[in-house]
């Protein structure tokens, strides 16, 4: 039988971690494939799954293996209370490609254009999986698959498609870009085939981004307040999209 904490060793590089309870039942639910999985109180994390996670509780049962503290800390960058972490197989880039690019599309793709925070990255990955969107397209530099984003993610990456990609690779369909010179949302009706875009908080929407957009869209806001954070904004559009 293979030592999980050599299997650990080997998987460690390409893996995703997944640090957490949550993160786990959620990677699992959504049939990420988890080669070894480890706990510092293996009773307590099966008693958690009984409570909240029966669904998830057998492969639970078959992955995790008691290690010692000192063990479990040294494999994870930040101790998560439930003290539970696993490494997970990332997605193929293919497939995911395979899917931003299907048509006729049933849910929107979000795009963060050249986002700056890792954790706001993650709670977008976050609320997109719960809207049950096709994907989480970024543009830029940041990673989408970066630890501190999967951890704001909470296991969500593997509920919808999340890549990096240029402006010119965006997928093709309407593209509605966020901005404050745009139309007011609560006038448009959006289709279940639409590109979301959403610039950075900070200097907002690239040129390249502008450029490539459809239409331009505003939230509703009060005068004199600049802007809503990034995750906020986009559980503002995707409530909207999915509005009867």
């Known amino acids: 039988m293979t030592d999980p904490l050599d299997h650990w060793a080997r998987l460690a590089g390409p893996a995703v971690l997944l640090d957490g309870f949550h993160a786990l039942k959620h990677a699992l639910r959504f049939g990420a494939e988890v080669p070894v999985a480890v706990t510092t109180d293996r009773a307590a994390a099966l008693a958690l799954a009984d409570e909240l996670a029966p669904d998830v509780r057998e492969p639970l049962a078959a992955l995790l293996t008691e290690v010692p503290s000192q063990t479990y800390a040294s494999l994870v960058p930040r101790p998560h209370p439930t003290a539970v972490a696993a490494l997970a197989v990332r997605p193929s880039r293919e497939a995911n490609l395979r899917e931003l690019a299907r048509v006729p599309r049933t849910a929107p793709i979000v795009v963060l254009d050249e986002p700056r925070n890792l954790g706001n990255a993650g709670a977008v990955i976050r609320l997109a999986a719960g809207f049950g969107t096709t994907g989480v ?12 984003v999967v951890r704001g ?65 505003r939230l509703p806001m009060r005068p004199q307040v600049s802007s809503y954070n990034l995750a906020t904004s986009v559980a503002m559009t995707l409530f909207h999209w999915s509005a009867p």
């Open 137 to 148: 397209i970024t543009t830029g530099t940041l990673d989408p698959w970066h630890p501190t």
């Open 153 to 217: 993610g909470a296991g969500l990456h593997f509920a919808t498609a999340v890549e990096r990609l240029t402006v010119a690779e965006l997928p093709q369909g309407p593209l509605f870009a966020l901005d404050p010179e745009g139309e007011d949302i609560r006038a448009v009706k959006l289709p279940d085939d639409a590109i979301l875009a959403f610039g950075s908080e900070r200097t907002g929407l690239s040129a390249d981004l502008r450029a490539r957009a459809d239409d331009l869209l």
